[in-house]
């Protein structure tokens, strides 16, 4: 017994080395740093000295300072209202007899984004970017002003950004025209709900990308083949679109040229996983191989870009289709396989086109991922109240995604175009776009105009006594 016993363990040290070999040696992943980042130098500062209790019992003149230690830590203050009380005072000359026909001088009133109104521009801003970048519904809204100490009702605020619109609508339709003017667009939608008595209604919120310009936002009741005419007016160049008819028509004359999305095309086969996983992986793994190209000449030249397309992705490309023509007589009618195998046979040339320039992506993703602002926002909000209220959020969000594009901050983005808009040239107002907008505040006339207006000055006073 203990002869067999020996020999067990002798079997088993024996199995343990064996796997030990030819298992790799494990690693620990390697732990993240721990130390803290420093903090954004943006931020303003308010220092604080904290001195010994013998210092100040014996007084600083006993003691010599041989260092500092300085440790920060984030702290928050809560929001500031303030109203701002404009006083013009009126006069008249001393040296002159004063009668029915003398003359009264009084300063301007300052301008506002809404004329006569209550609220500056940094607040308009402010509702804006709480509305449709934070995605907070109007009773939020109101609750939160509310704490601060403003009632303010939403019907208020909505009466606000109606107005609004009517001030952004000329630098709006100056950067569709811009976008008109790319080489290639990138269009997708979303239905959204509009309030009506009985139930509510459907309509739908439309995006349009150009990239590196802009990305732009529009409404429309029908999703059809009018409302996208509507939208792209007498657009010519590549569309990026999934294989929805609504836009087959666009492609009819060729002015447009269809550009087919390669993600669209990989959900199918996703799809088909839990059916056919060996097939599906097949198709999944020649799609993956071509984002990886493309996300390895990513920012690359134009003509590396082609190169590396020719070189690599053309008989990806060729290889799935063939996998697709000898697939397509085994797959079973209406299966997820199957209908991923009719959607990119019937989408071929488009799903090629991105082999013949450069510049074309190879999906549609772009758009879907600019789409989600509204997606994400329909869930806070469920609705829109009517027609009106969807255009102006898609006029708003237009400027917000656009931001995000530009890397521009949106709310001293918006407070600084409310200051510029009511008297800015008509002739120039494309200059006030986030695409230029960079270089638009390097102008001395803008800085100009932003240093004369009281309200942006009283809206920054407090983060400019911060940082002094």
């Given at each position: 017994m203990r002869g067999h016993a020996r020999r067990q363990n002798a079997h088993r040290r024996a199995r343990g080395r064996a796997r030990a070999r030819r298992e790799p040696e494990r690693r620990e992943p390697k732990r993240p740093p721990t130390g803290r980042k420093p903090l954004p130098e943006a931020l303003p500062r308010v220092d604080i000295e904290i001195v010994p209790p013998e210092v100040e019992r014996d007084g600083r003149d006993a003691y010599e300072v041989i260092g500092d230690e300085v440790t920060e830590t984030v702290e928050r203050r809560p929001a500031s209202l303030v109203v701002v009380r404009v006083h013009r005072p009126k006069f008249v000359r001393r040296d002159r007899e004063r009668?029915?026909?003398?003359?009264?001088?009084?300063?301007?009133?300052?301008?506002?984004?809404?004329?006569?109104?209550?609220?500056?521009?940094?607040?308009?801003?402010?509702?804006?970017?709480?509305?449709?970048?934070?995605?907070?519904?109007?009773?939020?809204?109101?609750?939160?002003?509310a704490r601060e100490g403003l009632p303010l009702a939403r019907s208020t605020i909505c009466g606000w950004h109606a107005e609004l619109h009517l001030l952004v609508m000329p630098l709006l339709l100056a950067m569709w025209k811009d976008a008109m003017g790319s080489p290639y667009l990138c269009a997708d939608a979303s239905g959204v709900l509009v309030q009506a008595p009985e139930k509510c209604e459907r309509g739908h919120f439309w995006v349009v990308?150009?990239?590196?310009?802009?990305?732009?936002?529009?409404?429309?009741?029908?999703?059809?083949?009018?409302?996208?005419?509507?939208?792209?007016?007498?657009?010519?160049?590549?569309?990026?679109?999934?294989?929805?008819?609504?836009?087959?028509?666009?492609?009819?004359?060729?002015?447009?040229?269809?550009?087919?999305?390669?993600?669209?095309?990989?959900?199918y086969f996703w799809k088909a996983l839990e059916s056919e996983p060996d097939k599906a992986r097949e198709a999944l793994a020649i799609i993956g191989e071509l984002f990886r190209v493309e996300r390895k000449i990513a920012g690359a030249p134009p003509g590396k870009r082609r190169a590396e397309r020719e070189r690599t992705s053309r008989e990806l490309v060729n290889r799935f289709f063939a996998w697709c023509e000898a697939e397509a007589p085994h797959a079973l009618d209406e299966?997820?396989?199957?209908?991923?195998?009719?959607?990119?046979?019937?989408?071929?040339?488009?799903?090629?086109?991105?082999?013949?320039?450069?510049?074309?992506?190879?999906?549609?993703?772009?758009?879907?991922?600019?789409?989600?602002?509204?997606?994400?926002?329909?869930?806070?909000?469920?609705?829109?109240?009517?027609?009106?209220?969807?255009?102006?959020?898609?006029?708003?969000?237009?400027?917000?995604?656009?931001?995000?594009?530009?890397?521009?901050?949106?709310?001293?983005?918006?407070?600084?175009?409310?200051?510029?808009?009511?008297?800015?040239?008509?002739?120039?107002?494309?200059?006030?776009?986030p695409r230029l907008w960079k270089q638009t505040l390097e102008h001395e006339d803008t800085q100009q105009r932003l240093a004369a207006n009281p309200f942006r000055r009283i809206s920054l006073e407090s983060l400019h006594r911060d940082q002094k």
């Open positions: 009668n029915a026909e003398t003359e009264v001088v009084i300063g301007d009133t300052p301008e506002l984004p809404i004329e006569r109104g209550l609220a500056g521009p940094a607040l308009l801003a402010h509702t804006i970017v709480g509305r449709w970048q934070d995605h907070l519904p109007l009773h939020r809204l109101e609750q939160v002003y990308v150009a990239p590196e310009r802009c990305v732009l936002y529009a409404y429309s009741r029908k999703h059809d083949s009018d409302a996208i005419d509507a939208i792209l007016g007498d657009y010519s160049g590549y569309l990026v679109v999934d294989a929805h008819s609504v836009y087959d028509h666009l492609f009819v004359d060729g002015s447009i040229v269809e550009v087919g999305c390669w993600a669209h095309a990989r959900r299966t997820p396989l199957a209908r991923g195998i009719t959607y990119a046979t019937n989408q071929r040339k488009a799903l090629q086109r991105f082999l013949d320039d450069p510049q074309l992506p190879l999906s549609n993703n772009i758009s879907e991922r600019a789409l989600r602002r509204e997606v994400v926002g329909r869930k806070n909000w469920l609705f829109v109240g009517n027609d009106d209220a969807a255009e102006v959020n898609a006029a708003f969000v237009s400027l917000l995604a656009s931001c995000q594009m530009h890397g521009i901050e949106p709310l001293g983005y918006l407070r600084d175009l409310f200051v510029l808009l009511p008297s800015w040239p008509a002739s120039r107002v494309l200059e006030l776009s």
